[in-house]
């Protein structure tokens, strides 16, 4: 396994920028977004393998080993089995042991200068929104209700945009301009003051935006790093995707029961805010239904044991289940009867009662008693008036 393959399987789209070295790669940087700062030499050998990265914005950097534990979410021992690397018996031993320890990250806040900026730069954006339903329609089919993308303040950025790094307080040792492409805005917000202040943006590409060789999410440079939190951190149950377009549709389905956090790629780690609140929580990771979110949900097993993979049944992610009609709030709520004798007619209570839009309020209780799970006191009452409803709707 080459370090291009790697890096196709983290989601990256390297291209060939010269012949230098056997070969280099230039693609979007994982860390920082900048588009064409992150170079590849897969040839390149260094001391344990063949291949090297690194980033010229933010330095990031490593060889093919670290770039399988960073990027793909591999052990040590995972990352040289995978690549076939051989590696001195010692210093195997030292590194397995060390790749199982795991301290959450801090998290960097952007100043007030980026701040101000940002949250303009979302106002105006969240204006265009309005003059472009067919975005609006496409947020909805994906799940995230019209009630959160304007609470949250989705917006369409209908052009690419490029800044002065300095305006928005960044630094510029290379005097490039700060760019915001065409796509769909994203903003993650955080509460200061009793308010919400946005520290995080990221644009969800338009395919006719510049730079085809770019990722499909580009974070602006001088957002906050960690993950994004949606929602009460008072609720029962954590619900962790990946991008952050499903984490708002999961809270615009089911807010009322569930914290969502959006990790922004599988290769995140928590921080220090996530990896708190996760030690307390049941911890769902919904990932993405390809290898690269097999990978995100071993990560998360790893870090928190309690964690269990509850991916949706069909499509990629939770956007595109929603785009092929899955009724998601049914498929979260009945989560603690998986596997159980009477699973499924919970499910299809619970496909009745979401139906019933005119009345939910009414339904509201039944919802509370199925989301208690089996082992709650009301367990058997809810079982007999779920096998009652059942017998009603097939009359």
Request: hydrophobic fraction near 35%; aromatic fraction near 10%.
């Amino acid at each position: 396994m080459t370090l291009i393959q790697l890096a196709h399987n983290a989601g990256l789209d390297p291209k060939k920028s010269s012949g230098s070295h056997g070969g280099e790669y230039k693609s979007a940087c994982p860390i920082c977004g900048g588009k064409d700062r992150f170079y590849i030499q897969p040839e390149v050998q260094m001391k344990n393998c063949s291949g090297r990265y690194r980033c010229r914005q933010c330095d990031t950097h490593g060889d093919t080993i670290e770039f399988a534990k960073k990027f793909n979410g591999m052990t040590f021992k995972e990352a040289i089995e995978y690549i076939g690397a051989k590696i001195p018996e010692r210093s195997l031993v030292r590194q397995v042991r060390r790749s199982y320890t795991f301290t959450p990250s801090a998290i960097k806040r952007p100043d007030n200068i980026w701040n101000r900026k940002a949250e303009a730069f979302v106002e105006w954006s969240y204006k265009h929104l309005q003059s472009n339903p067919e975005i609006r329609l496409y947020l909805n089919d994906r799940g995230i209700s019209n009630r959160v993308i304007d609470q949250y303040k989705i917006g369409w950025n209908p052009v690419d945009v490029w800044r002065e790094r300095e305006s928005w307080g960044l630094d510029n040792p290379d005097n490039k301009k700060l760019w915001l492409p065409k796509g769909i805005v994203i903003p993650t917000y955080e509460k200061h003051d009793g308010k919400l202040r946005v520290t995080r943006v990221k644009i969800r590409r338009d395919e006719t935006s510049s730079f085809a060789q770019a990722g499909k999410y580009i974070a602006i440079p001088g957002s906050a790093t960690g993950l994004s939190i949606i929602g009460d951190i008072g609720s029962q149950i954590m619900i962790v995707v990946e991008s952050e377009l499903d984490g708002y549709a999961l809270y615009s389905l089911v807010g009322d029961y569930a914290l969502i956090v959006a990790s922004g790629s599988n290769t995140k780690n928590p921080d220090s805010i996530s990896h708190f609140i996760a030690n307390e929580k049941d911890v769902l990771v919904c990932h993405d239904n390809d290898k690269a979110g097999e990978v995100m949900l071993d990560k998360w097993k790893k870090i928190f044991p309690h964690a269990i993979g509850y991916t949706v049944p069909f499509g990629k992610d939770v956007g595109e289940a929603c785009q092929n009609g899955m009724d998601i709030r049914s498929w979260v709520l009945k989560y603690k009867w998986r596997d159980s004798f009477h699973e499924s007619n919970m499910y299809n209570a619970l496909k009745h009662m979401n139906k019933q839009t005119d009345t939910r309020r009414a339904y509201l209780p039944m919802e509370n008693d199925i989301f208690d799970g089996p082992n709650s006191s009301r367990a058997a009452e809810t079982i007999n008036g779920i096998r009652l409803m059942n017998e009603l709707l097939l009359m």
